[in-house]
């Protein structure tokens, strides 16, 4: 059984930081790509940020280019996402997905499997 478990969302104020994590379990997460996306209420969930199943290759949604950097370590079975910098507009539930393949992508269709997510507020 596939397990994905967000951990470190939480209350911070304009100009702060978070870093999220992931921890995977049941797949073979080293031959996974991984996501993150996020959703606010009343609002499609959107795609944040991937990371290849060797890390060496990231994609980023313009809003959080140069803010936000995702990165895994394979030998814990987890992905991070470091948001710095962060908005009022960035306040979101955030989930970690896991996606069918080895390619970075940014389609939410591609994701099969999805963490239950983890609350970010920021605060203005």
């Known amino acids: 059984q596939v397990q994905l478990v967000e951990s470190g969302g939480g209350l911070v104020q304009a100009g702060g930081s978070l870093r999220l994590s992931c921890a995977a379990s049941?797949?073979?997460?080293?031959?996974?790509?991984m996501g993150w996306f996020r959703q606010a209420p009343g609002k499609e969930r959107e795609f944040v940020a991937a990371?290849?199943?060797?890390?060496?290759?990231?994609a980023y949604a313009d809003s959080v280019k140069g803010r936000f950097t995702i990165s895994r370590d394979n030998a814990k079975n987890t992905v991070y996402l470091q948001m710095n910098r962060l908005k009022p507009e960035d306040t979101a539930v955030y989930y970690c997905?896991?996606?069918?393949?080895?390619?970075?992508?940014?389609?939410?269709?591609?994701?099969?499997?999805w963490g239950q997510g983890t609350q970010v507020t920021v605060s203005s």
């Open positions: 997905a896991a996606s069918a393949g080895w390619a970075v992508t940014n389609v939410r269709q591609r994701y099969d499997y």
């Open positions: 049941g797949l073979p997460f080293s031959r996974h790509a």
């Open positions: 990371i290849h199943w060797t890390g060496a290759s990231t």
